[in-house]
């Protein structure tokens, strides 16, 4: 891979200044919207672990009530590794086994096409989570919060109203290679670090071998796509594969439409996200 | 003789004017404990940056008495701070005043509004359209002021200088992108180098003041400096914290640096003039310019 850090390298990132930027975006957020406490998904995996750390930090690991909800195929060693996280940062946290919830759904669901069930029923297990999750936030009077990262965002790598469902995204604009070393910097632990990244939501399912490639070719291939603009052409003279860049930038076109709200038939004089344009949050909007 | 400048940098609150004439005062009142003679604030210190349709809910007039009101806890203060404005014809813009004793010595208009990238200024306030300089009085003397982009746009600060400016005062409200990466530290020492470069060239003294916070996602970096007429740094802000730093300038260091690179009496107004009405029917497509000469 050296050959590739000259032409096409990976995102660079100070991980100590990306905490610092993340904590005072979460402590503003909150502040604005009047909440003090917040809700998170913790899987056992990096991304929900490094969530959580910048919620502790932001908050304090009082106000943070970490949610483990297993179905029954989920691994074990997701659940060792999210306690491993709980055991470390002192947070509150429950555990709440979604199957009794998805099975009835799950038993209605049939499809001839192997990959479309599995994609149904991981949508069906992550927009429940979505919902035990916003469930818990109104008991709590706390926010949830997003544990999508950029590399996701960017290929549409996840469920819409499912694990994209949330008030705050702190680790949207990491990619997958610079989150890892943000939740370094955080002191996540090692082993949750570096264990493959999984959705989990069938057994052996990897992140990578959904994708069809590792994180770190995909995370220069966007890096150069998306944040330094450069051709596909360009990015073949860098070294990447042309198949993977074109691959890479159909998805992200392909996706766009999970990252916008949906389209309005503008019919009236003001019409929101057209020309009723406003900050989420303004002075007597607070709760 | 000497004289202070404070930069105060601060998160204003989204939106939010009764908050930040608050915080204003606060650091009003911190900049007189440290003997400032002027106060320079951030760019919309009264508002917040992102405010979109909220623009005509925070406006102020110039003759608003919470504006004037600015610097009231030290009288005698010079205090610079960046509105959203609205004219008497209903135009909102983005504007800095020089405040004094609740009089108004100086007011502009941002006249580069960015409206690119993240940025969409231009949707939501109107550009300016006068580049002068005002009066402050000794020892700072004529001050030109200007909002954050009107810096890329070099013509406007040497405009000022021109024009007799004996400081340069600029109010920023700068995003950051990609921090602490290659970009965005390139992002940053360009700012720098284009100050010291302007101050350098102009032969003028420069005061710029860069907000700090987290506004919708949007990382403020802050680096506020004052620069001498030789391009060196006085003082210099942290960068993403709140601060206030105050730096000292000699009216005395001018006149000698002047005296010693005299360029800016050198500059040959009528040849840019020439020069610059040709380029103009040129690019206007002006029969006849290119034979101007």
Redesign the interface.
């Known amino acids: 891979m050296t050959e590739l850090d000259e032409t096409a390298p990976l995102p660079a990132i100070d991980p100590a200044l990306a905490v610092e930027i993340i904590v005072g975006f979460i402590r503003r957020q909150m502040e604005q919207a009047g909440f003090s406490r917040l809700v998170i998904g913790l899987s056992g995996g990096v991304d929900s672990a490094t969530v959580a750390y910048l919620a502790a930090r932001a908050i304090g690991a009082d106000n943070l009530l970490a949610v483990r909800m297993p179905f029954r195929t989920s691994s074990e060693a997701s659940e060792t590794d999210a306690m491993r996280v709980v055991n470390a940062l002192g947070c509150r946290t429950e555990r709440v086994d979604i199957t009794p919830m998805v099975e009835p759904m799950l038993a209605l669901i049939e499809d001839s096409d192997a990959a479309a069930l599995n994609v149904r029923r991981g949508n069906v297990m992550a927009r429940q989570r979505m919902i035990v999750l916003y469930d818990r936030s109104a008991a709590e009077d706390a926010l949830v919060m997003g544990t999508s990262n950029k590399t996701e965002a960017l290929l549409g790598y996840g469920t819409l109203h499912g694990d994209m469902a949330a008030a705050l995204a702190p680790i949207g604009d990491l990619y997958k290679t610079q989150l890892r070393a943000v939740a370094r910097q955080l002191g996540v632990p090692e082993q949750v670090v570096q264990k493959p990244p999984s959705a989990d939501l069938w057994p052996g399912q990897t992140d990578e071998g959904e994708l069809g490639r590792s994180y770190d070719m995909l995370d220069r291939t966007l890096y150069a796509l998306v944040d330094r603009r450069w051709t596909v052409d360009r990015c073949e003279r860098a070294g990447l594969p042309r198949d993977l860049v074109e691959s890479v930038q159909q998805r992200v076109a392909r996706m766009e439409f999970k990252r916008q709200l949906p389209p309005v038939a503008k019919l009236s004089l003001r019409t929101p996200g057209f020309d009723h344009l406003y900050p989420r949050r303004r002075p007597g909007s607070k709760r | 003789m000497e004289y202070r400048i404070a930069l105060a940098q601060f998160a204003p ?4 004017l009764d ?1 930040n004439l608050a915080l204003v005062a606060d650091r009003v009142r911190a900049a007189a404990a440290e003997g400032a003679d002027l106060t320079v604030l951030p760019e919309l210190a009264l508002t917040g940056y ?5 623009v005509p809910d925070v406006a102020l007039a110039a003759d608003d008495p919470r504006l004037l009101g600015i610097g009231a806890e030290a009288p005698g203060m010079l205090v610079a701070a960046g509105f959203v404005e609205e004219t008497a014809e209903h135009r909102y813009c983005n504007s800095v005043a020089l405040v004094r004793d609740g009089v108004l010595l100086g007011l502009h208009r941002k006249v580069y509004l960015p409206t690119y990238g993240l940025f969409d200024e231009g949707r939501f306030t109107r550009t300016g359209d006068r580049i002068r300089t005002h009066d402050a009085g000794a020892p700072i003397g004529r001050i030109g002021l200007s909002v954050c982009e009107d810096f890329w746009h070099p013509s406007l600060p040497m405009l000022q200088a021109l024009d007799g400016a004996s400081l340069l005062v600029n109010v920023a409200a700068g995003p ?1 992108r ?5 970009a965005g530290l390139a992002a940053i020492a360009g700012w720098h180098k284009m100050q010291d470069t302007y101050a350098l060239l102009g032969t003028v003294p420069l005061a710029f003041c860069n907000r700090v ?5 949007l ?1 403020f970096w802050g680096g506020s400096r004052v620069v001498g007429a030789d391009g060196s740094v006085v003082v210099e802000a942290p960068l ?1 914290e709140e601060a206030l730093v105050v730096g000292t300038l000699d009216t005395d260091d001018l006149r000698t640096q002047r005296y010693g690179l005299p360029i800016l009496a050198d500059e040959r107004l009528e040849l840019v003039r020439r020069e610059l009405d040709r380029v103009i029917g040129e690019r206007a497509g002006i029969d006849g310019a290119a034979e101007a000469e």
């Open positions: 609150r989204l939106g939010d908050a992102l405010l979109q349709d909220l950051s990609a921090p602490g990466g290659p916070g987290n506004e919708e996602g990382t993403w």
